[in-house]
């Protein structure tokens, strides 16, 4: 079963809250994109326009490989602006009015799904129909899904804990040397030389291919400890997508243990980047009840717990990680920093239908298309995996994922 064979198999259409006016400050416009992702499209667009990319505003980051619609404020601008973006098969910008304020993700209430599944065999397409019903009735754990550890490193771990573990050398090493699946072989084979060629300075610099890695290993060859420095100046945005992927590797975590404690033993996994993903099949009073009511807080040095489970949770996850809620008031890197906010433990999807048709990219299989609205923050994926839990496998292009 595939997922994501072309951007169209998955649209997601923001919905907002954000209001409309006739006048006001922020120019509101909807951006429609493929093959982007939110940062790098309002990025490209900073540049072909001349605005500053600080003058963008959005809700929330949408996914590369897939079609999507989101709105998107430009502070003190004119619908003129919008004018002079170079038409793109990839991207475009639609004016829509003004607005008092600019987009945030306060302003997003939820998005609208429109998912393919390829390549279905009849048994999977009767399970995930089958189960479609049990969705609707029980809801589906609201995990955070593997796109949010795209910088997790399975040999070396989050550099998010290396930093509130004050080990700076670690943290700066797996942003150095941590392979994603788009870097090309040059690449690889670099951050594998600097992985293996750690503390040698002077040599990781003669094999630098990039400005950052020769800013980097220059550096070091001066200062062989200067590594809160370099840390120091990673962007905002990038800091601020590590501290996430970290706060969410411990709430998913803080939710599985849950599911074990609150349903027991008859819940199927689903392997995932940072962690198997745990799946029910029917929520049974009084765990149903507790687990539907249930919101989970964000990991940081001030939270509000919803009661001693969830707190003994926390603390037993901390002690295994080596960890105090303390230690989330970082000092030393400032540029994003540990925020906690709640989120519900289970999603109940909204308008959810399923239709099966016959696949006409793989001949003799069918296709199963879901539509569906989540509340903002819920990933569409972790549906996908709960609905086909079970059945098989699903390639998300040309990754794997294991049911």
């Known amino acids: 079963m595939k997922v994501k064979v072309r951007p169209e198999d998955f649209i997601v259409e923001e919905i907002s809250d954000l209001p409309l006016k006739k006048s006001g400050p922020y120019l509101v416009c909807l951006l429609s994109k493929r093959g982007w992702n939110t940062v790098d499209a309002l990025k490209r667009l900073s540049r072909e326009t001349g605005l500053p990319f600080s003058d963008f505003s959005y809700g929330g980051k949408k996914d590369r490989h897939a079609l999507t619609t989101q709105y998107v404020t430009i502070r003190h601008r004119e619908p003129s602006s919008v004018g002079e973006v170079p038409s793109s098969a990839n991207y475009s910008l639609s004016y829509l009015g003004r607005s008092e304020r600019p987009m945030g993700p306060d302003c997003v209430r939820g998005n609208r799904f429109e998912i393919t599944v390829r390549s279905v065999g009849g048994r999977e397409l009767r399970g995930a129909l089958a189960t479609v019903p049990q969705v609707l009735r029980f809801g589906c754990p609201n995990y955070f899904d593997d796109q949010r550890f795209g910088s997790f490193d399975p040999r070396q771990g989050f550099i998010a804990e290396k930093i509130i573990r004050e080990h700076f050398n670690g943290a700066l090493k797996i942003y150095m040397t941590h392979i994603h699946p788009e870097d090309n072989a040059a690449e690889k084979e670099r951050k594998h030389f600097f992985s293996e ?52 590797f411990l709430w998913n975590e803080v939710l599985r243990r849950g599911l074990v404690e609150t349903v027991g033993e008859s819940l199927a996994a689903c392997k995932g980047t940072a962690g198997d993903y745990l799946f029910y099949d029917a929520l049974e009073n009084p765990a149903g ?28 996850l901390f002690e295994e990680r080596r960890v105090k809620p303390s230690m989330f008031n970082i000092r030393s890197v400032r540029q994003a920093f540990f925020k906690s906010t709640g989120r519900k433990a289970v999603v109940m999807p909204e308008s959810l239908s399923a239709r099966a048709a016959d696949d006409e990219i793989y001949q003799g299989r069918k296709k199963l298309t879901l539509r569906f609205v989540l509340p903002r923050g819920s990933y569409g994926s972790i549906l996908i995996k709960r609905l086909f839990i079970g059945q098989g496998s699903v390639t998300e292009r040309d990754q794997e994922v294991k049911m």
């Open 197 to 248: 060629h750690w503390g040698a300075w002077r040599l990781c610099r003669r094999k630098a291919g990039t400005v950052l890695e020769e800013t980097v290993f220059g550096y070091l060859a001066m200062e062989p400890k200067g590594f809160v420095p370099l840390l120091q100046k990673i962007p905002r945005e990038e800091m601020s997508l590590f501290f996430s992927a970290y706060q969410s």
């Open 289 to 316: 009840d507790y687990l539907m009511s249930l919101c989970i807080p964000t990991a940081a040095a001030v939270m509000k717990m919803p009661d001693d489970r969830v707190r003994c949770l926390y603390r037993t």
